[in-house]
Nanobody, 117 residues
Framework: QVQLVESGGGLVQPGGSMTLSCAASGSISSIFSMGWYRQAPGKQRELVAAITRDGITNYRDSVKGRFTISRDNAKNTVYLRMNSLKPEDTAAYYC???????????WGQGTQVTVSS
């Protein structure tokens, strides 16, 4: 099992920036990829960005060019740098770890991001 703890959420104005962190512990060696998901009220949870342990990344179209996912393997931590934030980015953001076969190893508890003036 993998335990994930997110941090860094809060309130930010439109156009602002924010960085989320996700620290992993437990069976670290079993992690193949980690991703950030978000869920707005009344909507389904959606993948925002993901990164493999080899550093291969992918993003949903609506955040390309604005968000950057990165990882520090020495700290077992994944980051999501969010720039040019929009009100539609408001959601609870969750970190997820997957094994090599796409199996879910763990979810974080979530951190709220609110973009509002």
């Amino acid at each position: 099992q993998v335990q994930l703890v997110e941090s860094g959420g809060g309130l930010v104005q439109p156009g602002g920036s924010m960085t989320l962190s996700c620290a992993a512990s437990g069976s670290i060696s079993s992690i193949f990829s980690m991703g950030w998901y978000r869920q707005a009220p009344g909507k389904q949870r959606e993948l925002v960005a993901a990164i493999t342990r080899d550093g291969i990344t992918n993003y949903r179209d609506s955040v390309k060019g604005r968000f950057t996912i990165s990882r520090d393997n020495a700290k077992n931590t994944v980051y999501l740098r969010m720039n040019s934030l929009k009100p539609e980015d408001t959601a609870a953001y969750y970190c997820k770890a997957d094994g090599r076969w796409g199996n879910t190893l763990g979810w974080g508890q979530g951190t709220q991001v609110t973009v509002s003036s």
